[in-house]
């Protein structure tokens, strides 16, 4: 990613550079709004499914679940680990740690499995919603056509994509909610790298 610098200044017959990157900067805001708007709506009848708030609830007991057994079976392998590093130690002090290990693993990749038909049946429901980084495509379309004779299709896609991480962090880590934003705070106007 680069950043390109200018310097502004009047020029005769041209109008007013500054004009033209204020409203720029007022077309992104705008376009960031209406993809936030419709975010809003979507997670707010998403919330409202009965289904999709259970099985949610549920998803984050087995991945509660699941983190603890998985750091039980990290400090008995440290232990057994330690252990095995002194000489001193013989196998009989590392055999019930070792025993534990075994009859955590199986238990772990139960919760493991259950936790991702879970996370296949929220995805599903998701989806049902139109809560997906494909169809933020559909919905940046017409606002990159409305305003492509002053935005970029890939500067519309980078302020898409950073409304999308938004709406993830709502989905699936802590966020509350998705929050409008103020022109004084829009500070810059992105673009994807074209070249993979």
Same mark, same amino acid.
């Given at each position: 990613m680069h950043t390109i610098s200018f310097l502004i200044t009047d020029v005769e017959g041209y109008g007013r550079p500054r004009e033209a990157f204020d409203g720029r900067f007022y077309m992104m805001w705008k376009i960031h709004n209406q993809l936030v708007k419709e975010a809003k709506k979507r997670l707010s009848t998403l919330f409202c499914n009965k289904k999709y708030r259970i099985l949610r609830q549920k998803y984050h007991k087995r991945a509660s679940e699941e983190a603890a057994v998985k750091k039980k079976i990290d400090e008995l392998n440290n232990k057994i680990l330690e252990a095995s590093e002194e000489a001193e130690k013989d196998e009989a002090q590392i055999k019930p740690w070792s025993e534990k290990v075994k009859e955590l693993e199986p238990q772990y990749i139960e919760l493991d499995e259950k936790r991702k038909a879970l996370a296949k049946q929220l995805s599903a429901i998701q989806k049902q919603y139109g809560l997906y980084f494909g169809c933020f495509d559909h919905w940046f379309l017409p606002l990159s056509r409305k305003y492509r004779k002053h935005l970029s299709s890939q500067?519309?896609?980078?302020?898409? %994509?950073?409304?999308?991480?938004?709406? &993830?962090?709502? !989905?699936?880590?802590?966020?509350?909610? =998705?929050?409008?934003? %103020? !022109?004084?705070?829009?500070?810059? =106007?992105?673009? &994807?790298?074209?070249?993979?």
């Open positions: 500067q519309v896609q980078e302020e898409c %994509k950073r409304v999308w991480q938004s709406v &993830c962090s709502v !989905l699936y880590g802590d966020g509350k909610e =998705i929050h409008f934003q %103020k !022109l004084d705070e829009f500070a810059s =106007i992105s673009q &994807c790298d074209a070249a993979f």
